[in-house]
């Protein structure tokens, strides 16, 4: 049965299907108007750095054969072919899209969808129609992307623009001029397609479609007919320009006094071509009206005139060069060059690491707003709009009661918002459909469409109010923060943990709240010295979430 999805909602290939030799159809139509659907191969910027992999109706497969444009099939307006274990190293992403050919606007489309087949058998669909979109000309459908392992996005986000606004907005350009292409002669049928009306498709091509089958396209013109107009141009990606050599001086105007390269000997006072000293206590010779001062630029001791190497000779590394300007001494790299390693970090998903302590959100890449703890924005870029959320009348008196309110504010629109709270450290964990407890006091932000309830750990009252937890459930991210680097352990059956340490737990483990109480304060021997430990139990894949800190 094919996993339904909603614009937004991401998964791992490996959950879907084990194979890797998989088929990806599209459907989408409406009155009157013609597609373009094509897949662009983007490296780790999300830029088309190679245009071979820009698969269209010029250029129908990859170089590999990794993408593979095998046109209408089995129902389909386009279907492509994509070996995942073919693709190379430096295509991180395969975005398919569409976009429109002539006059109109994706809000005029009907019900569409991008599907993909593996083995015979659907095993994913995102569906869409006109009604999310307004005054588009292309459309980005849905992404393949590596993210450790490949994985799959259900994107739907329109773009302003038709198919050359597309590829610019992936680093291509349109050629200028570029001469009509030929149409290919009529070919048969390629035999790993499903042929028209006849046996069902191979193992990982698309299954039969409830409407009668098309048959395959003619790509060659009929016997006699007129030519086909010029396509349009084809796109390319500009070529970077190669550096021109830089322009060197024949011979310099000028010797610049320069001090010695760190490292290089000091020549002794009255060594030969070196000037005199006075004697101690007496005032240094001066030099003649005109001429330079003794003891090298400026009077200055231990500088001297840099002399320029013997013909034939090349100048010694790290000396200075004639002509050079003086160089403080302990002068460094500059300041871009230190700056660097401090760079924003590229990337395409919607949560983004920048450092062990701050992350950054996309919005709109993916139509979904966020929900952060007050007071965590640290930097936000584009158009974002910020509000309050309330947890309305019930949910606070919920909130105060249990010790896990959140005053939280609601991130949307288009930009990218960065995050952090007092140097904690900051852990992005990414639920798919399953749920993870974690004390509010430890949530620092999450997707709006997780689930988030307050949830009673049974058992004996918890100083401090940690009878309470928050579960957060769906398919989204929730973003915990620590102080510290935290442990993640397996749950065993002697799992404890303290109750003012513990952060976050896999909501399928049960909870027993274990109490050390003593008369005294000071431990007992068999006493941990916490008056209160949490004890964890479930079965194999459990996990516990610990901080080297107590709250």
């Not at 274990?85 to 006059?103: E, Y």
């Not at 002669?185 to 091509?205: K, L």
């Not at 039969?208 to 003619?218: K, R």
């Not at 660097?340 to 450092?355: D, I, L, M, S």
Request: glycine content about 12%; proline content about 13%; charged content about 15%.
């Amino acid at each position: 049965m094919a996993r339904e999805f909603q614009r937004g909602h991401k998964a791992k290939i490996s959950d879907l299907t084990p194979g890797t030799d998989l088929y990806v159809g599209v459907q989408i139509a409406g009155s009157g108007l013609t597609f373009d659907i094509s897949c662009f191969g983007l490296d780790a910027n999300e830029r088309l750095s190679d245009d071979r992999y820009f698969i269209f109706f010029n250029q129908p497969k990859s170089p590999e054969e990794g993408i593979q444009q095998l046109g209408p099939q089995a129902g389909d307006t386009e279907s492509f072919r994509v070996t995942l274990d073919r693709i190379p190293q430096q295509v991180q992403k395969l975005s398919f899209s569409a976009a429109l050919d002539g006059a109109g606007q994706m809000s005029q489309v009907g019900p569409g969808y991008i599907r993909i087949v593996a083995g015979g058998e659907e095993v994913a669909r995102y569906s869409f129609d006109g009604s999310e979109f307004s005054t588009e000309r292309a459309v980005m459908l849905g992404d393949f992307y590596l993210k450790d392992v490949w994985r799959f996005a259900a994107v739907g986000q329109g773009f302003d623009g038709g198919l050359e606004a597309l590829l610019k907005n992936f680093g291509g350009e349109v050629a200028e001029e570029a001469e009509a292409e030929q149409p290919p002669a009529a070919q048969a049928v390629p035999g790993f397609a499903p042929p028209a009306g006849a046996a069902p498709a191979p193992t990982f091509a698309a299954p039969a479609a409830p409407v009668p089958p098309q048959p395959a396209p003619d790509f060659g013109p009929p016997q006699g007919a007129p030519q086909p107009a010029a396509q349009p141009p084809q796109p390319t990606v500009p070529q970077p320009q190669q550096p021109t050599a830089p322009q060197v001086h024949s011979a310099p105007t000028i010797a610049a006094p320069m001090a010695p390269p760190p490292g290089a000997p000091v020549p002794p006072p009255g060594a030969p071509g070196q000037p005199p000293q006075a004697p101690y206590g007496q005032p240094a010779p001066q030099a003649p009206y005109g001429q330079p001062a003794p003891g090298g630029y400026g009077g200055q001791p231990g500088q001297y005139p840099a002399q320029p190497a013997p013909y034939g000779q090349q100048q010694p590394p790290g000396a200075p060069h004639p002509g050079q300007a003086p160089v403080p001494q302990g002068a460094g790299p500059d300041l871009g060059t230190v700056l660097e390693k401090y760079k924003e970090a590229p990337t395409g998903q919607r949560w983004t690491p920048q450092n062990p302590k701050l992350i950054r959100v996309d919005l709109g890449v993916e139509g979904q707003a966020v929900l952060a703890r007050q007071g965590s924005m640290v930097l936000y870029q584009g158009k974002v709009d910020f509000s309050y959320k309330g947890a309305g009348f019930r949910g606070r008196i919920v909130g105060n009661a249990t010790g896990q309110e959140m005053q939280l504010m609601r991130c949307s629109g288009q930009g990218q918002v960065f995050f952090a709270e007092n140097s904690a450290h900051i852990h992005p964990i990414e639920l798919q459909g399953d749920a993870i407890c974690v004390s509010a006091e430890s949530v620092l932000a999450f997707d709006e469409s997780l689930q988030h309830e307050i949830r009673r750990i049974e058992g004996h009252g918890i100083p401090g109010g940690a009878l309470f937890t928050m579960q957060f459930q769906g398919t989204g991210t929730v973003v915990v923060k620590t102080q510290g680097m935290p442990v993640v352990l397996p749950v065993t059956p002697t799992t404890f943990a303290d109750a003012n340490a513990i952060v976050a737990w896999s909501a399928a483990s049960q909870v027993i709240i274990s109490s050390q109480v003593s008369l005294r304060r000071h431990a007992f021997p068999g006493h941990s010295g916490e008056t209160v430990n949490l004890q964890f139990r479930g079965a194999p894949g459990n996990f516990i979430v610990v901080q080297p800190y107590e709250v």
